[in-house]
């Protein structure tokens, strides 16, 4: 079924936050402004910008940000209007000073993300934006790794911590639409509390199952202009609205003038094709984490072992979000455990 | 001068465990373990706790009354490790210091020193109050003061922890901003990071995945043969109280080194997975019998 003609949708672009892992965390204010002030006009209403990891996410382990968070959050500030600028933290990653920073530097919305399973480490950081009258995202990651009543449970812990909206995320791009519509289902009679889909565009299916999403109930969904993101990118936000139109749902965005900023702020900012490539694919079909695939890449490259090889193992691992130094660990055991090096004969 | 045999042959040195959760539990086979040690009273407030019932089946004198039982004792301990909450520690902090019975702190109290055994452990051993500030300490800093021992300057350490979810209790999880922030200090203070970050994960795969750690630095003036010897002589030191520490590399990357590593638990009463707990309670029965060690020395 498709959603009822006439439903309200909200979407959040996160072309600049998701995105971030793209570009290897080097968005300029410069062009943070550019694309900000471009959603704005188009009339997205949360536009979610930062480090790929979010507050404190510059590291090693993720990559240093050529800027930091709030030199972006004051150029986003500049331009967004009457808009919501939001950004991400994961408890572990990100602390609560950093949330109590980012307000002074215009961010009126935080998603506070935890691995599906987890979500009590998140309650004093959902309890935090709250009381600081923040616009209070929960998000679960890899969702796909969990039963849908698990997933009701854990979306209430957020909700009474004071998420207002539980976001699924489908970090792995894993999902097919019965297991998004289970997912979305199982929260909404659980718990009364709005529902977003994040996903990635793996396996080809987000804007199919953004809209069994909505069709289930969810009111929250995420994209970003070009698919630009992690993996095989996100839900293409200027896609999904056009479908959207097409079928009467309520976004307020203008989708020509969204298509304009995804095609002259967004593409050039691109680094390859974001494209369904061979190792996305996987990422999406063994469930793996998808900012793994360019870390997978890197080590991949540097240890001369094969980029798929390492995400399936780090799929059989269990790995979850915040594991990327598994990745080079993985590699660098492969390489060890070779008996002919690299280069030697075939 | 004469090192009379009566005084080398020590008395066993009493100590006694707050609390009688999972940690100390572990904690009490470790010092049963231990032929310099005699736990004089296992102290929980639940007379139904599996700790106080395994504690009693193997003959250990337990008490219900929490500190209060300890005090009721005919003679008292001379170390306690308290393995309760922060709020509790920080209650019977004052009365231990005053019946100077010294105090190893697995909470996350942090009152005392920082000590992480293979680090500071000797600098430290004769303390009143030792704080071992975090599992993700105890695994992490003793590679970066290896690190920091190779390298003319340590600009910079960042540690990823990843911890099974089954380990990691409601403690810590309600408290993860500060766990992380402590662990930071740490790899700071006693590591000799100039500035650190560290990051915590928690993974709740099945079956569940072993403590793991990534430790990256970035250092100037690096000695790379050294800094192979000050690794292994490192991992050496944190063998001798876990066993299962494992470490692989280092990964030179221009001025990054890289470190992997394993923390696999002794299996003592926690799983094997959660050596995560198992360092901290090693650490803990570590820094009695350095305390044991330097008592011997003193009376030399």
Same mark, same amino acid.
């Given at each position: 079924?498709?959603?009822?003609?006439?439903?309200?949708?909200?979407?959040?672009?996160?072309?600049?936050?998701?995105?971030?892992?793209?570009?290897?965390? *080097?968005?300029?204010?410069?062009?943070?402004?550019?694309?900000?002030?471009?959603?704005?006009?188009?009339?997205?209403?949360?536009?979610?910008?930062?480090?790929?990891?979010?507050?404190?996410?510059?590291?090693?382990?993720?990559?240093?940000?050529?800027?930091?968070?709030?030199?972006?959050?004051?150029?986003?500030?500049?331009?967004?209007?009457?808009?919501?600028?939001?950004?991400?933290?994961?408890?572990?990653?990100?602390?609560?000073?950093?949330?109590?920073?980012?307000?002074?530097?215009?961010?009126?919305?935080?998603?506070?993300?935890?691995?599906?399973?987890?979500?009590?480490?998140?309650?004093?950081?959902?309890?935090?934006?709250?009381?600081?009258?923040?616009?209070?995202?929960?998000?679960?990651?890899?969702?796909?790794?969990?039963?849908?009543?698990?997933?009701?449970?854990?979306?209430?812990?957020?909700?009474?911590?004071?998420?207002?909206?539980?976001?699924?995320?489908?970090?792995?791009?894993?999902?097919?639409?019965?297991?998004?519509?289970?997912?979305?289902?199982?929260?909404?009679?659980?718990?009364?509390?709005?529902?977003?889909?994040?996903?990635?565009?793996?396996?080809?299916?987000?804007?199919?199952?953004?809209?069994?999403?909505?069709?289930?109930?969810?009111?929250?969904?995420?994209?970003?202009?070009?698919?630009?993101?992690?993996?095989?990118?996100?839900?293409?936000?200027?896609?999904?609205?056009?479908?959207?139109?097409?079928?009467?749902?309520?976004?307020?965005?203008?989708?020509?003038?969204?298509?304009?900023?995804?095609?002259?702020?967004?593409?050039?900012?691109?680094?390859?094709?974001?494209?369904?490539?061979?190792?996305?694919?996987?990422?999406?079909?063994?469930?793996?984490?998808?900012?793994?695939?360019?870390?997978?890449?890197?080590?991949?490259?540097?240890?001369?072992?094969?980029?798929?090889?390492?995400?399936?193992?780090?799929?059989?691992?269990?790995?979850?979000?915040?594991?990327?130094?598994?990745?080079?660990?993985?590699?660098?055991?492969?390489?060890? *455990?070779?008996?002919?090096?690299?280069?030697?004969?075939? | 001068?004469?090192?009379?045999?009566?005084?080398?042959?020590?008395?066993?040195?009493?100590?006694?465990?707050?609390?009688?959760?999972?940690?100390?539990?572990?904690?009490?086979?470790?010092?049963?373990?231990?032929?310099?040690?005699?736990?004089?009273?296992?102290?929980?407030?639940? =007379?139904?706790?599996?700790?106080?019932?395994?504690?009693?089946?193997?003959?250990?004198?337990?008490?219900?009354?929490?500190?209060?039982?300890?005090?009721?004792?005919?003679?008292?301990?001379?170390?306690?490790?308290?393995?309760?909450?922060?709020?509790?520690?920080?209650?019977?902090?004052?009365?231990?210091?005053?019946?100077?019975?010294?105090?190893?702190?697995?909470?996350?109290?942090?009152?005392?020193?920082?000590?992480?055994?293979?680090?500071?452990?000797?600098?430290?051993?004769?303390?009143?109050?030792?704080?071992?500030?975090?599992?993700?300490?105890?695994?992490?800093?003793?590679?970066?003061?290896?690190?920091?021992?190779?390298?003319?300057?340590?600009?910079?350490?960042?540690?990823?922890?990843?911890?099974?979810?089954?380990?990691?209790?409601?403690?810590?999880?309600?408290?993860?901003?500060?766990?992380?922030?402590?662990?930071?200090?740490?790899?700071?203070?006693?590591?000799?990071?100039?500035?650190?970050? =560290?990051?915590?994960?928690?993974?709740?795969?099945?079956?569940?995945?072993?403590?793991?750690?990534?430790?990256?630095?970035?250092?100037?003036?690096?000695?790379?043969?050294?800094?192979?010897?000050?690794?292994?002589?490192?991992?050496?030191?944190?063998?001798?109280?876990?066993?299962?520490?494992?470490?692989?590399?280092?990964?030179?990357?221009?001025?990054?080194?890289?470190?992997?590593?394993?923390?696999?638990?002794?299996?003592?009463?926690?799983?094997?997975?959660?050596?995560?707990?198992?360092?901290?309670?090693? =650490?803990?029965?570590?820094?009695?019998?350095?305390?044991?060690?330097?008592?011997?020395? =003193?009376?030399?």
């Amino acid at each position: 079924m498709e959603p009822v003609a006439g439903t309200r949708i909200n979407y959040l672009d996160t072309s600049l936050r998701d995105g971030s892992h793209a570009v290897e965390h *080097d968005f300029s204010p410069e062009q943070v402004r550019h694309v900000v002030g471009g959603l704005s006009a188009s009339g997205v209403r949360y536009i979610e910008v930062g480090h790929g990891a979010g507050l404190g996410g510059s590291s090693l382990l993720q990559g240093r940000g050529s800027y930091s968070n709030t030199e972006l959050f004051d150029a986003a500030s500049e331009v967004i209007g009457d808009a919501t600028l939001c950004t991400l933290m994961l408890p572990g990653v990100g602390v609560m000073d950093e949330v109590r920073e980012a307000v002074e530097h215009g961010v009126g919305g935080v998603r506070v993300a935890t691995h599906v399973t987890e979500a009590d480490v998140a309650e004093q950081h959902l309890q935090l934006c709250r009381d600081l009258g923040l616009r209070t995202f929960g998000f679960l990651m890899m969702t796909h790794l969990a039963t849908p009543e698990v997933i009701a449970e854990q979306a209430r812990i957020m909700a009474e911590s004071g998420a207002e909206v539980v976001y699924l995320a489908d970090s792995a791009g894993y999902m097919t639409e019965q297991g998004v519509r289970d997912r979305v289902a199982a929260v909404r009679a659980a718990i009364p509390v709005e529902i977003g889909l994040h996903a990635h565009n793996n396996l080809g299916l987000s804007v199919s199952n953004s809209l069994a999403a909505i069709d289930e109930g969810a009111s929250f969904i995420d994209g970003s202009l070009g698919s630009l993101g992690a993996g095989a990118g996100n839900t293409p936000g200027e896609v999904f609205s056009v479908v959207t139109k097409r079928i009467g749902l309520e976004t307020g965005i203008d989708e020509w003038q969204l298509m304009d900023v995804a095609e002259d702020e967004v593409r050039p900012l691109m680094r390859f094709p974001q494209v369904i490539d061979r190792t996305s694919l996987v990422l999406g079909y063994a469930g793996v984490y998808s900012s793994f695939l360019l870390k997978a890449k890197a080590a991949a490259a540097r240890y001369g072992v094969d980029a798929g090889d390492i995400l399936m193992e780090a799929g059989r691992r269990g790995a979850v979000g915040g594991q990327e130094d598994l990745l080079e660990d993985i590699a660098y055991t492969m390489a060890q *455990d070779r008996e002919v090096p690299v280069g030697a004969t075939r | 001068m004469s090192t009379n045999s009566q005084l080398s042959v020590e008395r066993p040195f009493r100590v006694a465990i707050l609390g009688s959760g999972n940690i100390s539990t572990d904690l009490m086979y470790k010092v049963l373990r231990e032929q310099t040690l005699q736990l004089a009273v296992m102290a929980g407030i639940d =007379a139904g706790s599996e700790g106080l019932r395994r504690a009693a089946a193997l003959g250990v004198h337990t008490t219900a009354d929490g500190i209060d039982g300890l005090f009721q004792l005919d003679e008292l301990p001379e170390l306690v490790f308290d393995a309760t909450s922060a709020r509790a520690h920080l209650a019977h902090a004052p009365r231990l210091a005053e019946a100077q019975i010294a105090s190893v702190d697995l909470t996350p109290a942090a009152i005392g020193p920082m000590v992480i055994p293979a680090v500071n452990g000797d600098e430290h051993r004769s303390a009143m109050e030792l704080n071992l500030v975090s599992c993700a300490a105890q695994a992490t800093v003793p590679l970066v003061a290896a690190v920091g021992r190779a390298a003319q300057h340590l600009r910079y350490a960042e540690t990823v922890s990843t911890v099974a979810s089954a380990s990691v209790g409601p403690g810590t999880r309600q408290n993860i901003d500060e766990f992380t922030h402590k662990t930071r200090k740490a790899l700071e203070t006693v590591g000799g990071a100039e500035q650190a970050k =560290a990051i915590v994960v928690l993974n709740p795969a099945d079956p569940p995945p072993c403590m793991r750690n990534t430790v990256y630095a970035e250092v100037d003036g690096l000695d790379e043969d050294l800094l192979a010897v000050e690794i292994e002589r490192m991992v050496q030191r944190v063998q001798a109280y876990v066993p299962g520490y494992r470490v692989r590399g280092p990964v030179l990357n221009g001025r990054k080194v890289t470190l992997f590593n394993e923390v696999e638990g002794a299996g003592d009463f926690l799983p094997k997975y959660a050596g995560n707990l198992d360092i901290i309670t090693a =650490a803990a029965v570590r820094m009695a019998r350095q305390r044991v060690t330097a008592g011997a020395e =003193a009376r030399v």
